[in-house]
């Protein structure tokens, strides 16, 4: 429904009612060509992150104890043949998609909304026995709302860019798109689940950032979920949430809010297991090494210039976990100058404290770069040197590769698909979930997708 003139008073509306109206005014045949090649692209690209993420210990950690606070449910566990609640189902398959640093993102958001609005449209959508257009409708639906509200904060002010922090706006608009929800109603959802997501502060302060907890994302879209459940049943939040400048900046959340482009369509995607703003200066290393024919035990002194705020990630020269490792560039340039690109597809627990990869890392030198600072956030470049024997290269590399200015086409991530799950499913099951999803929308029922990822 819409909200009414009577209602509606043009001045007391706030953010949240216009953002539930605009979710539920959005229909299937609303969606851009592009808008559904793009949601084919972010469910192909996650899924295969998720295959790959589901052995880590902090995806079998949800998946062991999530049982234990949920009941049986109607939404699958993926690749696990359980079924639980939707919120535990989203939960759980957040977290082995986000476990690996390997799922996609949003410039604008400084993070990652895949791992979020996937899982929830899964889960829902299996639970409510939506049809396909409705689910891709979910997904584009979920991408927008959490993007608008990450992009319209003062990124210069944020402790942390974790994206825990803003995607249960986008779980909950998953859940009202499904649901057909009242305005009301999912206009409360929005605001509760903006108030109750994780803060994640410490992730901003702590020394400690390789954790099981990383960005909170699979938490955040949990709460997402039941916050629409409590909006539904007459629980009420803020609704002015979004309508105060110290905190967001309400014009970039209703910009160009008219449905003729799509956030979802200006996703990137990940080549590497590893946090985005390392990317650039492993494209860069990457690329000199091959052009020059260089290798990895000629290679003296390596220096990247970078902005600042990625030397405020924890860069250990010898991390003791996968998660440390995701944040360090020197020990990343390291893993990708020896394995080569392969080696960070995705990254293995046995590189961790290898002596060959820990003493390359030590070769590495970081340097801030006022430069490239006022080009981050909408780029995170960098600009690496490297030192051999009586010579040296040089390369800066402003858009990684995955950027929608420099994408990686559909066979690329099919590539990159079938690299990540080859070792826990067979080339049989490969073929079909992405030949399933590249005709997904000439179906009207998902079942056959959810069949697909019920096992491994």
């Known amino acids: 429904m819409k909200l009414s003139n009577a209602d509606r008073k043009l001045s007391a509306v706030t953010t949240t009612e216009i953002l539930a109206e605009y979710v539920l005014d959005l229909r299937p045949e609303n969606l851009s060509s592009s808008s559904i090649e793009i949601a084919k692209h972010s469910i192909l690209d996650l899924i295969g992150a998720a295959v790959a993420g589901f052995s880590t210990s902090s995806a079998s950690v949800y998946r062991e104890t999530a ?47 895949g791992a979020s609005m996937i899982p929830a449209a899964f889960a829902l959508a299996q639970h409510l026995k939506a049809s396909v257009p409705e689910l891709l409708t979910a997904i584009v639906a979920g991408y927008e709302i959490g993007i608008r509200v990450a992009r319209s904060r003062d990124f210069s002010a944020l402790a942390t860019y974790s994206t825990g922090r803003w995607c249960s706006f986008g779980a909950a608009a998953v859940a009202g798109c ?55 049943s007459g629980f009420t939040g803020p609704l002015d949430i979004l309508d105060h400048p110290d905190y967001y900046d309400t014009n970039n959340i209703v910009k160009d809010l008219n449905g003729s482009k799509f956030l979802i369509e200006e996703t990137y995607f990940k080549p590497y297991a590893c946090c985005r703003w390392l990317h650039s200066s492993i494209d860069g290393l990457l690329l000199l090494m091959e052009e020059n024919s260089i290798k990895a035990e000629s290679i003296q002194k390596i220096s990247v210039n970078i902005f600042s705020r990625a030397l405020t990630l924890n860069n250990y020269i010898d991390p003791d976990s996968l998660e440390a490792a995701q944040y360090s560039i020197p020990f990343c340039l390291a893993v990708a100058a020896i394995e080569g690109k392969r080696g960070l597809l995705p990254m293995k627990h046995e590189f961790i404290q290898r002596s060959d990869i820990v003493a390359f890392a030590k070769k590495v030198e970081l340097i801030g770069d006022a430069g490239f600072d006022k080009m981050f956030p909408e780029c995170t470049p960098a600009a690496i040197s490297i030192k051999v024997p009586e010579s040296s290269f040089k390369k800066v590399v402003i858009h990684p590769l995955g950027e929608p200015s420099n994408p990686m086409k559909f066979s690329i991530l099919e590539d990159k698909f079938y690299k990540l799950v080859q070792s826990y499913i067979t080339l049989e099951k490969a073929n079909m979930i992405v030949n399933t999803i590249k005709a997904i929308e000439e179906k009207n029922n998902p079942e056959e997708l959810f069949q697909l990822i019920k096992t491994l």
């Open 67 to 113: 049982p234990k606070f949920f009941s049986a449910g109607s939404a699958s566990i993926w690749f696990s043949g359980q079924n639980l609640h939707p919120a535990a189902s989203a939960l759980v398959n957040s977290a082995a998609a986000s476990a690996l640093d390997i799922d996609d993102g949003n410039r604008q958001a400084g993070g990652h909304p």
């Open 178 to 232: 499904l649901y057909k929800s009242d305005v009301k109603e999912f206009a409360h959802s929005l605001a509760i689940a903006g108030v109750q997501s994780p803060d994640m502060a410490a992730a901003g302060y702590s020394r400690f950032m390789g954790n099981s907890v990383k960005e909170g994302i699979a938490w955040s879209t949990m709460t997402g979920i039941f916050a629409h459940e409590l909006g539904r």
